[in-house]
C-alpha cells in the first residue's frame, strides 16, 4: 500500500510539473526556445502517463477487488486530466507556433525603403501595439486559468491524500475488529463446551451418589 502511495505523490507532482511547462509553452517567444519546451513537455507528459498506468498495474495487483471501487473511481479522474494535458496542449501547439509564424513573417517584411516606412510607422505601431497588447491580454488569461488549474489539482491531492488515509484507517478498524470477534467466536465456544463438561460432571455424581445410596441400604437391609 506504501508504494501505491508513492505512485500517487509523483503522479500529482507530475501533474503539476506538466502544467508549468505548459504555461511555459504559452508564453514562448521564439522558435527555438518554443521547440526546447515542447520537447520537455513531451517527455514529462510521457512520464505522467507511464506513472498512471504503473499504479493501475500496481492496484490490480495489490488492492483486493473488494476494495478497489476507490482507487478505480481514481484513476479515471487521473487519466482525465491526463487527456485535458493533451488537448491543451495541441492547442497550444497551434496558437503559438501560428503567432510565432506571423511574428516571423512580420520580421521579414519589415524590411521597406525609408520614405515608405516613415509613411507607414505610425500606422504599424498602432496595429502593432494592438495586437501586441490583445497577446499580452490572452497570455495573462491563460498564466491565470493555469494557475487555478495548479492550485486545483493541489487541493485534489490533498483531499485524495486524506481520502487514502481514511480508508486505510477503517481497514485497519475492520481488521482489529475482526480479530476482536474471531477471539469472541472462540471464546464462546470453549464455554458452551466447559458447560456441557459440567454438566456430564453433575449427571454422573448424581449417578455415584445414588448408587451409594443404594449400595449402603441393600448392605444395612438385606432383602
Same mark, same amino acid.
Given at each position: 500500500?506504501?508504494?501505491?502511495k ?6 500529482y507532482?507530475q501533474?503539476?510539473?506538466v ?6 509553452l504559452?508564453? =514562448?517567444?521564439?522558435q $527555438? ?5 515542447n520537447s520537455?513537455?513531451?517527455d514529462a507528459?510521457?512520464n505522467?502517463k507511464?506513472l498512471?498506468?504503473?499504479? $493501475? ?6 488492492i483486493?477487488?473488494?476494495?478497489r471501487? =476507490?482507487m478505480?473511481s $481514481?484513476?479515471?479522474?487521473l @487519466?482525465?486530466q491526463?487527456?485535458? +494535458? ?5 492547442? =497550444?501547439?497551434c496558437e #503559438? ?13 519589415s524590411? !521597406?525603403?525609408?520614405e ?7 500606422v504599424?505601431s498602432?496595429t ?16 491565470s486559468l493555469?494557475a487555478?488549474?495548479?492550485?486545483? !489539482?493541489r487541493?485534489s491531492y490533498?483531499?485524495?491524500?486524506? !481520502?487514502?488515509d +481514511?480508508?486505510?484507517?477503517? @481497514? ?8 476482536v470477534? !474471531?477471539?469472541s467466536?472462540s471464546?464462546l +465456544?470453549?464455554?458452551?463446551? @466447559? $458447560?456441557?463438561?459440567? +454438566? ?6 448424581? #449417578? ?5 445410596? =443404594? ?9
Amino acid at each position: 500500500m506504501e508504494k501505491i502511495k508513492g505512485i500517487q505523490r509523483e503522479i500529482y507532482k507530475q501533474d503539476i510539473f506538466v502544467k508549468t511547462l505548459l504555461k511555459q509553452l504559452w508564453e =514562448a517567444k521564439d522558435q $527555438e526556445n518554443f521547440n526546447s519546451i515542447n520537447s520537455d513537455y513531451i517527455d514529462a507528459i510521457n512520464n505522467h502517463k507511464f506513472l498512471i498506468d504503473d499504479l $493501475e498495474r500496481k492496484v490490480n495487483l495489490f488492492i483486493k477487488p473488494s476494495e478497489r471501487e =476507490a482507487m478505480t473511481s $481514481e484513476l479515471e479522474a487521473l @487519466r482525465y486530466q491526463l487527456e485535458s +494535458n493533451y488537448k491543451n496542449h495541441r492547442k =497550444a501547439t497551434c496558437e #503559438v507556433r501560428e503567432m510565432i509564424r506571423e511574428e516571423e513573417r512580420k520580421r521579414l517584411f519589415s524590411h !521597406s525603403s525609408d520614405e515608405t516606412e516613415l509613411r507607414r510607422r505610425p500606422v504599424v505601431s498602432k496595429t502593432a501595439g494592438q495586437r501586441a497588447a490583445n497577446v499580452t491580454s490572452d497570455l495573462h488569461r491563460i498564466r491565470s486559468l493555469l494557475a487555478d488549474q495548479v492550485e486545483r !489539482s493541489r487541493l485534489s491531492y490533498e483531499a485524495l491524500l486524506r !481520502s487514502s488515509d +481514511n480508508v486505510n484507517q477503517i @481497514r485497519e478498524e475492520f481488521h482489529s475488529m475482526r480479530g476482536v470477534i !474471531s477471539h469472541s467466536k472462540s471464546l464462546l +465456544n470453549k464455554y458452551g463446551r @466447559r $458447560e456441557i463438561t459440567d +454438566n456430564i460432571l453433575i449427571i454422573l455424581s448424581f #449417578v455415584f451418589f445414588y448408587a451409594t445410596c =443404594a449400595y449402603i441400604i441393600w448392605k444395612r437391609y438385606p432383602f
